[in-house]
């Protein structure tokens, strides 16, 4: 059964700070690995899809990395601003539906 | 233009009611998606349709009916509401099964009385 884990739950970090999100996943046999955004009481927000045979994607100021032997994906975001603040998301899609991570919820403070 | 809509925004009803929320996308999607967010913000997969046929029916009580009546629409019927049924509920679609983008709607934010 897939189960997907994201490490930090919460993260707070002053404006302008590179950061990083991890994403974690038990079975390698993935379709695709997403990063979503979700801000409150709103829906999902798509942000990066990486198919299995990618290794990173790139949108802007985001940078997502697949890992998959390893289980791993990566979200970079540089030189955060306060509209980054939100939930992220990470999803794998593989043989089961997808399935999503707890969401890191990041605070970035002005 | 709303690729994925949902109505109602919010629901409030008593235990024991029965309620329906609609989806529609403009996408041209042919495959669809209920999601429960739970109060600890957990999302899961419900139902998923491709083409109107149901492909995913993960354990959820019977209480619980998806209706397709075609591509672009994928309503959830709930029979007899129970407490532990207050959640929010996002339906969305992609290309196809899998292997796409998903686009989700704003969520249907349902509280059980």
């Known amino acids: 059964k897939q189960e997907v884990t994201q490490i930090p739950a919460a993260l707070s970090v002053p404006e302008g700070e590179n950061l990083v999100l991890n994403c974690s996943f038990t079975?390698?046999?993935?379709?695709?690995l997403q990063w979503f955004r979700q801000d409150p009481g709103k829906g999902l927000t798509s942000l990066l899809l990486i198919q299995s045979s990618q290794r990173e994607q790139t949108s802007g100021r985001l940078n997502a990395s697949l890992d998959k032997s390893s289980g791993r994906s990566t979200l970079y975001i540089a030189a955060s601003q306060p509209g980054d603040s939100a939930t992220y998301l990470c999803a794998v899609s593989g043989n089961t539906p997808l399935v999503f991570g707890k969401g890191t919820r990041l605070s970035v403070i002005a | 233009d709303t690729a994925v809509s949902q109505t109602p925004k919010y629901l409030v009803t008593q235990m024991g009611n029965d309620k329906s929320i609609k989806c529609e996308q403009n996408l041209g999607h042919d495959t669809m998606y209920w999601y429960k967010q739970d109060s600890k913000k957990f999302l899961k997969i419900m139902f998923s349709?491709?083409?109107?046929?149901?492909?995913i029916n993960e354990t959820v009580p019977n209480r619980f009916s998806p209706k397709s009546p075609d591509k672009a629409h994928l309503n959830l019927h709930i029979n007899s509401l129970e407490l532990g049924d207050s959640a929010v509920y996002f339906c969305?679609?992609?290309?196809?099964?899998?292997?796409?983008?998903?686009?989700f709607g704003p969520g249907t934010r349902l509280t059980v009385l």
């Open positions: 349709y491709n083409n109107k046929e149901l492909i």
């Open positions: 079975d390698s046999a993935i379709y695709n």
């Open positions: 969305a679609s992609s290309q196809s099964v899998s292997a796409d983008t998903q686009y």
